[in-house]
């Protein structure tokens, strides 16, 4: 945990002993009364922490000095083709912890529908996986998170800023190579398929909707490894 | 399993019935005799496998055509402070994926010592991890792995092609950022500190070595999300 990250309501609370937050705080950073350390909310400023007192039930009182400003978010927009969901979180988080602004979850035509039926979207499991991807970056914002059934739903929808660049990962039926694309005031929305990609008539439908098809390059990357590698090079315009 | 690996001396040899390549052709790609594959060998060609008999053991004959050379290697070299072994696992996948020809994993001083007690190494299980990366993108060759005891020792044995691009990746204390630095002739390396980053004394030491020290932004990225999003940068120079 490089910030400790509290959410609105739990501000003024003491944090309960067993509180991974406390357990962090305590036994991994060895911090005691008077000890400041990196603190933020969820949606909110940054700035530092510091306990105050350890009360009888171990539960710690801390107080907060929050002055900064959340980092700013990449202008990107990732839209993905639900992975497995082993994948999803990792995806998230990663996502979260590069500062993405939105991620579609969209069902595409060679996806395995089954992959859809995962829990982690409400049960928590999301919001966590997005919260530690923040937390790396020592950031108190995260991303956007939607769900689509389709790609045809999610381009219907166009839930992408106005005149944003528009970007499909196609390293099957490429009409040029990923570079740096992006500018920092100009948003980017990237597509990225399903293990086994687009098929013809999703092709059609990011055409006509208007996105460029963009290689990573011959190799066929993971779904977490090629949304990383393609948010870095939209990123760095 | 997007292509099927053998090693050389396995050629020849029947699949034994419980070898998960076979229960992959046989019930993931329902695949039966007569049936054609992804196939390759391991540091070799690719091209194509044939299933010639199930065997009554349940073992499997095959017969391969391989005349495709295996994919071009990206012309980068990754040295990477030791992360975390369940990390080492996934950034070996990740950059056999992505097709860097070495990776060094390398102690650092703000790394954790412990770390580089992993049994990976000698368990096979660095192989394993590499392997899995290769067949994700069809490729047949693995990177280069090695290991260094200090940052000192790296640079040193020098391990580069002489003329290779240095860059250290520093998002506390940069020279300037990360943008497309390679070019298809030039070999680069990329030097990633571990999860604290580089102490002073390791900043001189590259410096005095080369390096020239680059920011991937201002967020603190896990291990192997940096090294995805400095290799993609660096490869599409």
């Given amino acids: 945990m490089n910030l400790i990250l ?3 309501y739990e501000c003024g609370l003491p944090l309960p002993k067993r509180d991974p937050r406390a357990v962090h705080l305590l036994k991994v950073l060895h911090k005691t009364v008077g000890d400041y350390f990196d603190a933020g909310v969820l949606g909110g400023q940054r700035g530092l922490g510091r306990i105050e007192r350890v009360n009888s039930d171990g539960s710690i009182e801390v107080s907060l000095d929050l002055r900064e400003e959340p980092l700013p978010r990449l202008l990107i927009r990732l839209a993905v083709g639900f992975p497995r969901p082993i994948q999803v979180r990792r ?32 049960d928590g499991g999301a919001r966590e ?21 389709s790609l045809g739903a999610w381009l219907a929808a166009r ?6 660049l528009l ?15 992006a500018s920092e005031t100009r948003a980017v929305v990237i597509a990225v398929g399903s293990e086994r990609g687009w098929s013809e008539q999703e092709r059609e439908q990011l055409e ?5 098809r963009l290689s990573l390059g011959k190799r066929a990357l993971r779904t977490e490894t090629a949304c990383v590698a393609a948010v870095a090079l939209a990123a760095q315009g």
Avoid: C
């Fill in 6 to 8: 509290f959410e609105e």
């Fill in 91 to 122: 995806l998230l988080r990663d996502m979260a912890n590069m500062g993405v602004e939105a991620i579609d979850l969209v069902g595409t035509e060679l996806g395995e529908k089954s992959y859809r039926d995962t829990t982690l979207l409400t």
């Fill in 129 to 149: 996986a997005l919260i530690e991807g923040a937390v790396q970056a020592r950031d108190t914002l995260l991303p956007v998170l939607a769900v689509y059934p």
């Fill in 159 to 164: 839930p992408w800023h106005s005149g944003a």
């Fill in 167 to 181: 970007i499909a990962a196609d390293n099957v039926r490429p009409a040029g190579i990923f570079s740096r694309l």
């Fill in 208 to 212: 006509s909707a208007g996105f460029t």
